[in-house]
């Protein structure tokens, strides 16, 4: 549900931008608004994203090979970090680099109008497409803070949607204020200020986003919730005398990996101690259905 929930996301996600992007590039070439280009590129940057994301959640899926034991759930680590590259190269450089163009040689103005129309409708669509990756993060924050969740959060494509979509609406808030600036002011500096804002905000976001995904695509641990209720299913089992060392890795957004040491107690036999590691495995996916592979060592401690 988790994975029909993030791919909605996405979807909403890439029409908004996409019908955006166009109107933008319309609307900048009429009016000759730094910050209309840059909110443009901004766009165009989010557009590709999405596809992106749904190319990696789709070639996510894909089964185990021989070459690729373990599945190919990291695809959808390695998308996410991309987007936050391309965010940073298509969307902030390029706005600042635009912000410091219209500084440096200035120009007027022109469709204030236009602009705040397209900029005002733009912000309904983009805080619409936003609406739904909040709720559909919502589903599975539980009662942790927004940014908590969105560290913890092991689905990376629904935590850039919701990233890129809250630096949407800010970033068309900037360039409403900076357009508006304009309109009252006449000065012209405020919409090149408005674009370099609008590339800083960027270049934040693609950091952060570029941090979070980079961690899950070299091997981060299941969560410590995750760990917790492995061992305490392990030890609720009567035979269970201690569990060792405990090794998890996230291989997708909705795939562990599970290794983990398990001490019995004295006085079972060899085929009773093949029962217990079963019956362990079968735990441990019971209690985290996301445990698609899963490696249980008994040591019988009469023997060591």
């Known amino acids: 549900m988790a994975t029909e929930g993030s791919k909605l996301a996405v979807v909403a996600a890439f029409i908004a ?19 209309m280009l840059a909110e443009a590129f901004h766009s165009v940057a989010d557009t590709g994203n999405q596809a992106l994301l749904l190319y990696g959640m789709r070639a996510s899926r894909r089964p185990p090979d021989p070459r690729h034991p373990f599945g190919w759930g990291k695809e959808s680590y390695f998308w996410s970090f991309m987007v936050a590259v391309m ?16 500084l440096r040689e200035p120009h007027g103005v022109e469709s204030l109008g236009v602009a705040f129309t397209v900029l005002s409708v733009a912000l309904v669509i983009e805080a619409a497409s936003f609406t739904i990756a909040a709720r559909q993060f919502a589903k599975v924050k539980g009662s942790r803070s927004w940014l908590r969740s969105v560290r913890a959060s092991k689905d990376a494509p629904i935590v850039v949607v919701l990233l890129e979509d809250s ?28 674009s370099l804002l609008i590339g800083v905000l960027l270049a934040v976001v693609a950091v952060f986003l570029a941090a979070e995904t980079k961690d899950l695509l070299v091997g981060e641990a299941a969560s410590r919730a995750d760990r917790s209720l492995i061992r305490a299913r392990l030890l609720a089992m009567p035979e269970v005398e201690s569990v060792g060392r405990l090794l998890t890795m996230q291989l997708g957004p909705h795939d562990i990996l599970v290794n983990v040491e398990v001490d019995l107690r ?37 023997r060591g």
């Open 266 to 302: 004295d006085g079972l036999s060899g085929s009773g101690v093949m029962d217990v590691a079963s019956r362990a495995e079968e735990e441990i996916r019971q209690a985290l259905p996301d445990a698609k592979t899963v490696f249980v060592e008994v040591r019988d401690r009469e």
């Open 17 to 35: 931008n996409l019908s955006i992007a166009v109107a933008k590039f319309i609307t900048a070439a009429f009016t000759g608004s730094a910050a």
């Open 87 to 102: 965010l940073f190269v298509g969307g902030a450089v390029l706005s600042f680099r635009r912000g410091l163009e219209a």
């Open 167 to 194: 630096a949407a609406v800010t970033g068309l808030v900037i360039a409403l204020a900076g357009t508006a600036m304009v309109a009252v002011t006449g000065d012209i500096v405020y919409d090149a200020v408005a």
